[in-house]
C-alpha cells in the first residue's frame, strides 16, 4: 500500500504542474486484466457503441483487456424494430433490422469475446407503435393478447437470431431493465415488486398494454426460447440504485416472484430467473458531492449478497466509479482498487455470487458540450480507466496490481 500512495501521490502532483490528470501508459504494456480476473470466478466486461467500431485505439483496449462486452444501444427494441417491415410481416409479428448489431457482435466473436445482451423489454424510450393496430400510432392500441403475441414473438426472434447467427457469444441477457419505481407515486400501491406505472410523467405501456406480469411473462417467454435453442443463456433482471435499500426488498419480491410464475410437468415452480444486474453508478449524478465514498462499496457488497441469498447470480452490469474533480485522481485510483478488493474477496472457493463486473465509463470526459452532457453527468468526467484519448490511467494501475498480488494495493 505504501508503494501505491507515494507512487500516486507523485502522479498526482505533476498532474497539478502539467496540468493533466494522468501519465500516458499503454494498454500493451500490462497483462490482460480479465485473465487476472478469472481465478476470482467473475468476467470483465466493457461497453461498445457503433461509432466506436472505427475507433481502432478503444477497440484495442477492449480486445485486449476485456472478455464481455456490452452493445449500448445496439440491441435494444427501439434500436432493432422495423415499423415499415412489421407492417408488412405476413404472420402480424414484429420484424427487425438487426444490421448494425450484427456488425457489433460479429466483431465481438471474432476476438473471442462474451456479449451480454441488453435488453429485451424496457419501457424507456420504447416505439409506441409497437402497442398500436398495423403497427401505426394513428390506429387504436391492439388487445392485449395480441400484445402479449408481439411481445413474446420479439423475444423469441431476437434470442434466435443471434444464437443462430452467432452460437454461444451472447451469454446472457438482460430480459428487463428498470421496472422497478423509485418514488411511491410510480407504482401502485400494495405491490411489493413496486412495478413502476410511469416513468418521467410517462405511462409505462408494457404494464398498461402487456398486463401486470409483463415482466414475469416476458422471463417466461426468454426461458421458453433458451430451452427451445438448446441454449446455455442466462437470464437477468438489471435495474439502476440496486445497492440501495429502496430498490434491494422491491427486487427480491421480483425475484420470488419471477421464479413462483410458472411450473413444469410435475407442478415444481420453473426456475425464470438467473441473476440481478446492478447497473452499479457509484456516487452524485452530475456533482461531487458524495462520490468516492467507501460506504458504498459496504452497500454493493451487502447487495450483492443478499440478492445471492435468494439463489441468484449477480453481475455488475454498467459500473461508473464517478469523479468530478480532477485534483482527486490519487482517491479515485484507490478507490477503484478497494471496490475490486471487494470482489475478490466475496468470491470465495465455496461461493462465486458475482460473476460479471462491466464498465460504463470505460474513459474520462473533461469538458461537458451539447452531444456528451448527459455522459459527463452519469459517467462522469475524471472517472475513467482510460484518458479521453484511450490512455491507461492510474486507476487502471491500481486495479491491475489489486487483481495481481491479491490485495488491495499490496
Given at each position: 500500500m505504501k508503494r501505491v500512495l507515494v507512487f500516486l501521490l507523485a502522479l498526482t502532483l505533476l498532474a497539478a504542474c502539467a496540468g493533466a490528470e494522468e501519465i500516458a501508459m499503454e494498454s500493451e504494456d500490462f497483462?490482460?486484466?480479465?485473465?487476472?480476473?478469472?481465478?476470482?470466478?467473475?468476467?470483465?466486461?466493457?461497453?461498445?457503441?457503433?461509432?466506436?467500431?472505427?475507433?481502432?485505439?478503444?477497440?484495442?483496449?477492449?480486445?485486449?483487456?476485456?472478455?464481455?462486452?456490452?452493445?449500448?444501444?445496439?440491441?435494444?427494441?427501439?434500436?432493432?424494430?422495423d415499423q415499415a417491415a412489421s407492417r408488412r410481416s405476413e404472420d402480424g409479428m414484429p420484424r427487425m433490422n438487426y444490421s448494425n448489431a450484427d456488425r457489433m457482435i460479429s466483431w465481438a466473436q471474432q476476438k473471442g469475446i462474451g456479449v451480454r445482451g441488453h435488453v429485451l423489454v424496457w419501457d424507456a424510450y420504447m416505439t409506441s407503435w409497437f402497442f398500436h393496430e398495423d403497427y401505426l400510432d394513428s390506429k387504436p392500441i391492439a388487445s392485449?393478447?395480441?400484445?402479449?403475441?408481439?411481445?413474446?414473438?420479439?423475444?423469441?426472434?431476437?434470442?434466435?437470431h443471434f444464437e443462430t447467427e452467432f452460437?454461444?457469444?451472447?451469454?446472457?441477457?438482460?430480459?428487463?431493465?428498470?421496472?422497478?419505481?423509485?418514488?411511491?407515486?410510480?407504482?401502485?400501491?400494495?405491490d411489493p415488486r413496486c412495478i413502476r406505472t410511469v416513468r418521467s410523467g410517462s405511462s409505462n405501456m408494457f404494464k398498461d398494454y402487456a398486463g401486470d406480469d409483463y415482466v414475469e411473462y416476458a422471463f417466461l417467454c426468454a426461458r421458453d426460447t433458451a430451452e427451445s435453442l438448446g441454449a446455455d443463456i442466462k437470464l437477468f433482471y438489471n435495474d439502476y440504485n440496486m445497492f440501495m435499500d429502496s430498490k434491494i426488498k422491491p427486487a427480491c419480491e421480483l425475484i420470488k416472484s419471477i421464479n413462483s410464475y410458472a411450473v413444469d410437468e410435475d407442478g415444481s415452480f420453473r426456475t425464470l430467473i438467473d441473476g440481478i444486474g446492478m447497473q452499479g453508478y457509484i456516487g452524485g449524478y452530475g456533482v461531487q458531492s458524495g462520490c468516492l465514498n467507501e460506504a458504498d462499496i459496504a452497500r454493493i457488497e451487502n447487495a450483492i449478497l443478499t440478492y445471492a441469498s435468494y439463489g441468484v447470480e449477480v453481475q455488475l452490469t454498467e459500473m461508473a466509479v464517478r469523479n468530478y474533480d480532477q485534483t482527486r485522481a490519487a482517491e479515485h485510483a484507490l478507490f477503484y482498487g478497494k471496490l475490486f478488493d471487494m470482489f475478490m474477496r466475496i468470491n470465495t472457493e465455496d461461493s462465486a455470487p458475482l460473476t460479471a463486473v462491466t464498465i460504463w465509463g470505460m474513459n474520462d470526459i473533461p469538458v461537458m458540450n451539447n452531444w456528451n452532457q448527459y455522459s459527463w453527468k452519469l459517467n462522469s468526467p475524471f472517472g475513467g480507466l482510460l484518458t479521453e484519448k484511450n490512455k491507461l490511467k492510474t486507476s487502471f494501475e491500481e486495479v491491475y496490481y489489486t487483481l495481481l498480488n491479491g490485495e488491495g494495493g499490496e
Open positions: 497483462d490482460s486484466l480479465y485473465t487476472l480476473c478469472e481465478p476470482y470466478g467473475f468476467k470483465l466486461g466493457a461497453c461498445l457503441s457503433y461509432n466506436q467500431l472505427t475507433d481502432r485505439a478503444y477497440l484495442g483496449v477492449l480486445s485486449r483487456h476485456f472478455n464481455s462486452m456490452t452493445c449500448t444501444n445496439e440491441t435494444k427494441a427501439y434500436s432493432l424494430l392485449q393478447e395480441v400484445v402479449r403475441a408481439r411481445l413474446k414473438s420479439y423475444i423469441e426472434q431476437v434470442m434466435t452460437p454461444g457469444v451472447i451469454y446472457c441477457w438482460d430480459v428487463v431493465n428498470e421496472a422497478i419505481g423509485d418514488n411511491s407515486g410510480e407504482y401502485e400501491a400494495g
